[in-house]
């Protein structure tokens, strides 16, 4: 296995804006887009991504308290939430301030561009990586682009094959963003522009057209669109089944079960977890767990659930799709799950970014599960594209 550690990765997402050309009549990032925030739907991405990032919000002062509690339901972990300033740039620089100083690569995102896909938040840290200096992403520009003067006369053509459109996340290494936001003397719309008159290198690595902001209501009810999926839904359904082992610990439905008899499994025997991570596979038409993960991987000795629901999730979302619902059933004598049904809900629906609803059953006596031998799972899994 290779020594070498992984990177660390900040994400500095702006949410400190007030809206005024969406006029929701609250700030932007707080604005329900199918009943989440943009805040929310920005940090679903980052949660989705596959390097372990820190998170730091920048919010408007007064609503501190509220983004730090959608960030939390967001991530399923706590994030650090600074107040902004009265600009972008301000904004950023509180939330710069508070990276912490063992990060390598620092990604700032705008928290308006709340469909940003995971996908690209990890190519963007990739490619700062590779090549050691900022890179952001950009569309190419599809409209033709005219000079006007104040009183609308037309100047000229600009040659749009020269032009980029570009988007958050933008990515560079630590030191450099530092740099030049230290350095900065003029107000800049986005961090490369500072960190381009900071003297280092910028690039642009293709864009996603989800990374649009979303800047007036006519872009919010895009987005809506676009999150409504009229597409065909695919199903898929998956099982798993662990023996007890009295002498290992209960790890079940992403939760530990302190004094109840654990599950035998090269991971943690988490059979909620396994059948949901081959429902989402299924219905994604990725093979199962077996194939994914292998079944003896040395890395994976131990490994708790929400590795392997993280994982799948990131897989599914990159082939397109996204989480509509999972429904799981647990079939099996003990752990007694109604105590902690709703706990163990909330732990796989942050982690999946989507409702999880969890059932349980026993088989009257018969059979493995009847004689107390062991634990089934049965999962579905539905996903929208
Ligand atoms: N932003 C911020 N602090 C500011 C201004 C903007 O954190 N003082 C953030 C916004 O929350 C947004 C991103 O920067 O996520 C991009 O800004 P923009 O789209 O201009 O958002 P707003 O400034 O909120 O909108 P408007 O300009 O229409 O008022
Ligand atoms: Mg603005």
């Given at each position: 296995m290779e020594s070498i550690r992984e990177p660390r990765v900040a994400v500095v997402v702006v949410a400190?804006?007030?809206?005024?050309?969406?006029?929701?009549?609250?700030?932007?990032?707080?604005?329900?887009?199918?009943?989440?925030?943009?805040?929310?739907?920005?940090?679903?991405?980052?949660?989705?991504?596959?390097?372990?990032?820190?998170?730091?919000?920048?919010?408007?002062?007064?609503?501190?308290?509220?983004?730090?509690?959608?960030?939390?339901?967001?991530?399923?972990t706590p994030a650090t939430v600074v107040a902004g300033g009265d600009t972008r740039q301000r904004s950023v620089a509180e939330g710069l301030a508070v990276v912490d100083p063992s990060v390598d690569v620092v990604l700032v995102h705008d928290a308006a561009r709340a469909l940003a896909p995971a996908t690209l938040f990890d190519a963007v840290v990739e490619a700062v990586l590779e090549r050691g200096y900022g890179v952001i992403p950009g569309l190419p520009v599809s409209d033709t682009v005219k000079r006007v003067g104040d009183d609308g006369e037309v100047h000229e053509t600009v040659d749009r094959s020269a032009l980029s459109a570009v988007q958050t996340p933008q990515g560079f290494p630590r030191e450099q963003l530092l740099t030049a936001y230290a350095l900065a003397e003029?107000?800049?719309?986005?961090?490369?522009?500072?960190?381009?008159?900071?003297?280092?290198?910028?690039?642009?690595?293709?864009?996603?057209?989800?990374?649009?902001?979303?800047?007036?209501?006519?872009?919010?009810?895009?987005?809506?669109?676009?999150?409504?999926?009229?597409?065909?839904?695919?199903?898929?359904?998956?099982?798993?089944?662990?023996?007890?082992?009295?002498?290992?610990?209960?790890?079940?439905?992403?939760?530990?079960?302190?004094?109840?008899?654990?599950?035998?499994?090269?991971?943690?025997?988490?059979?909620?977890?396994h059948a949901i991570v081959d429902a989402l596979l299924s219905a994604a038409g990725l093979g199962d767990i077996g194939g994914v993960f292998?079944?003896?991987?040395?890395?994976?000795?131990?490994?708790?659930?929400?590795?392997?629901?993280?994982?799948?999730?990131?897989?599914?979302?990159?082939?397109?799709?996204?989480?509509?619902?999972?429904?799981?059933?647990?079939?099996?004598?003990?752990?007694?799950?109604?105590?902690?049904?709703?706990?163990?809900?909330?732990?796989?629906?942050?982690?999946?970014?989507?409702?999880v609803s969890l059932g349980a059953t026993t088989t009257d006596g018969l059979g493995f599960t009847g004689r107390g031998e062991g634990v089934t799972a049965q999962a579905t899994a539905l996903l929208l594209s």
């Open positions: 400190a804006g007030s809206g005024t050309r969406l006029g929701a009549g609250r700030p932007k990032a707080f604005v329900t887009l199918q009943g989440r925030t943009l805040l929310e739907h920005s940090l679903h991405a980052v949660r989705g991504m596959r390097y372990a990032a820190d998170a730091i919000v920048v919010a408007p002062a007064d609503l501190a308290e509220d983004a730090a509690w959608l960030a939390e339901q967001a991530l399923g003029s107000d800049e719309t986005d961090d490369a522009g500072l960190v381009a008159a900071a003297g280092f290198r910028v690039d642009v690595v293709p864009g996603d057209a989800h990374a649009f902001k979303v800047t007036t209501p006519w872009d919010l009810r895009r987005a809506e669109e676009l999150l409504s999926g009229v597409a065909v839904p695919r199903i898929g359904t998956g099982s798993d089944t662990h023996a007890f082992d009295p002498d290992a610990e209960l790890w079940l439905a992403g939760l530990h079960w302190p004094g109840e008899p654990g599950l035998a499994g090269h991971s943690d025997g988490d059979a909620v977890a292998g079944t003896g991987d040395p890395r994976l000795e131990g490994a708790h659930g929400d590795v392997f629901l993280q994982e799948a999730r990131r897989r599914v979302e990159e082939a397109g799709f996204r989480i509509g619902n999972v429904a799981v059933q647990v079939i099996g004598n003990r752990p007694k799950l109604a105590p902690r049904r709703e706990e163990a809900q909330e732990r796989l629906s942050t982690i999946l970014g989507a409702p």
